[in-house]
């Protein structure tokens, strides 16, 4: 077994035992904890419904029915911290391995892109690539959303599950961005590189090393002293990467066992429709992605899908694309693209090309309307689709970004927010599929764009 494959190996036990492990505590250590929280859960929303049919604050009445709200609320809470406190030791896990990633992103973009633009040269070139990246980018998420939108309307998830609406003054504690061309433009160019760094901005990241760059191969001589250092500094991330790269398994194994321990296989069940037709929509954004990606690189993608086995187990199980950046651009550069334009197209994917999360939005915000048995009409749906476009733009980095991307479209178009409560709970197991097609839609994006360009080369190994 080659040393790549041992890894995929040992990714996959690692999220069948922490599954299996998760199960086992659900059942046995978490049940008390879970079925308190679900009581005083659903304690609540019955409350809510009552009080929403006092007209008078001050009746005996809705005074009663606030201070035991409260209570419960008190109840759930405590119930929460304990959990989170008996699955510190798994989670840790995880978040060692994230910290990690998030350490190793920067500099790496960093160096591999002031060395790809360097080497590139012109400015002309640079743009000539930008220009196709993000015709590549643009039409990806448009298919997305075009598809999320279709296969929404035909599978009809939030009329044919019957789930029990939330109260609407319930509060989700997804707070809406609204961001404006203004704020998106601005938030584009940094104002402190060394801020961008500490704070992993990679659109910012990438603005500056685009400067740097291009600087750097227009001092000419001069600057292959630089060019040479950041490929060495380059090198150096790589290695670490290979390092941090062999605690995967112990953080995939701690990310399953806890989100399993938490949420348990019954949400499986209540959600299986959902979750079902989600998923075989996105696999129908695989086929047609990769359909696509065959016209342009032949034969050559069935390739490229098998060395994004291990970097997509890695999205896949941490619910983090950024956790599988540092192995899809070492796979992409052994499958034949260059440095150059892998530093390039990969580090802007995470902000302009994240397909799993544009069909996700197109979905999710349907369904709400669904399940409150709103209407929209072709028209609207359209608008919604092209709102989704522009705001999902802007908020890479936004903690539960599509989550609060949907919260500032539904809005527009009077769909309550409360809405989102249907999803909050699922969210994490949605997030898994999205980070593992934003991997697949990044690859691809950077095959296609290296082939436009003519630099895609025969594989390393």
């Known amino acids: 077994m080659s040393k790549n494959n041992g890894l995929t190996f040992f990714i996959f036990l690692a999220l069948v035992l922490g ?20 009581n005083a859960d659903n304690r609540v929303k019955a409350i809510d419904a009552q009080i929403i049919k ?17 209570a419960l609320e008190k109840v759930r809470h405590e119930n929460e911290v304990l959990r989170e406190k008996k699955l510190e030791p798994l989670t840790l896990l995880s978040d060692i391995f994230l910290r990690l990633i998030k350490m190793i992103v920067a500099p790496l973009v960093f160096s591999t892109l002031v060395v790809g633009v360097a080497k590139v040269g012109d400015i002309k070139a640079v743009g000539r690539i930008g220009g196709k990246t993000m015709l590549w980018f643009l039409s990806a998420s448009l298919l997305s959303l075009v598809l999320g939108l279709i296969m929404v309307n035909i599978f009809k998830p939030g009329e044919a599950m019957n789930l029990p609406l939330p109260p609407s003054n319930i509060d989700t504690g997804i707070h809406k961005v609204a961001l404006s061309l203004k704020d998106f433009i601005s938030h584009i160019f940094p104002k402190s590189m060394a801020e961008a760094m500490a704070t992993n901005e990679i659109l910012q990241i990438v603005v500056f090393s685009l400067f740097f760059g291009v600087a750097t191969a227009a001092i000419g001589e001069k600057g292959q002293i630089i060019i040479k250092f950041f490929d060495a500094v380059a090198h150096v991330i790589l290695k670490v990467t290979g390092y941090v790269m062999n605690f995967a398994p ?108 544009m069909l996700y939005m197109t979905f999710a915000s349907l369904f709400i309307a669904q399940s409150y048995g709103i209407h929209l009409s072709f028209e609207q749906q359209i608008t919604m689709l092209l709102i989704l476009m522009l705001t999902s733009k802007g908020i890479a980095g936004v903690p539960r970004a599509s989550l609060v991307v949907i919260a500032g479209t539904i809005a527009t178009f009077n769909i309550p927010e409360a809405g989102l409560a249907l999803l909050i709970g699922i969210d994490p197991l949605l997030d898994m599929g999205r980070s593992a097609t934003n991997v697949i839609g990044n690859s691809l994006a950077t095959a296609v764009v290296s082939k436009w360009e003519g630099d895609l080369t025969e594989p390393l190994d």
């Open 250 to 357: 112990f953080a995939v194994f701690g990310a399953m066992a806890a989100i399993v321990a938490k949420q348990g296989l019954t949400v499986l069940s209540t959600y299986a429709l959902f979750i079902g037709e989600f998923y075989s929509t996105m696999l129908l954004l695989w086929v047609v992605l990769i359909i696509i990606g065959f016209f342009i690189l032949k034969s050559r993608v069935f390739n490229l899908m098998s060395r994004m086995k291990e970097p997509v187990l890695v999205a896949f199980s941490t619910a983090s694309s950024e956790a599988a950046y540092p192995k899809t651009m070492l796979q992409l550069e052994r499958f034949g693209c260059k440095d150059k334009i892998v530093s390039f197209v990969l580090p802007l994917g995470y902000s302009f090309n994240l397909d799993g999360s």
């Open 19 to 38: 599954v299996a492990l998760g199960y086992y505590l659900n059942v046995s250590s978490f049940g008390t904890f879970n079925d308190n929280i679900a």
């Open 54 to 70: 006092i007209k008078d604050s001050t009746a005996t009445a809705f005074l009663e029915l606030n201070t035991e709200k409260v």
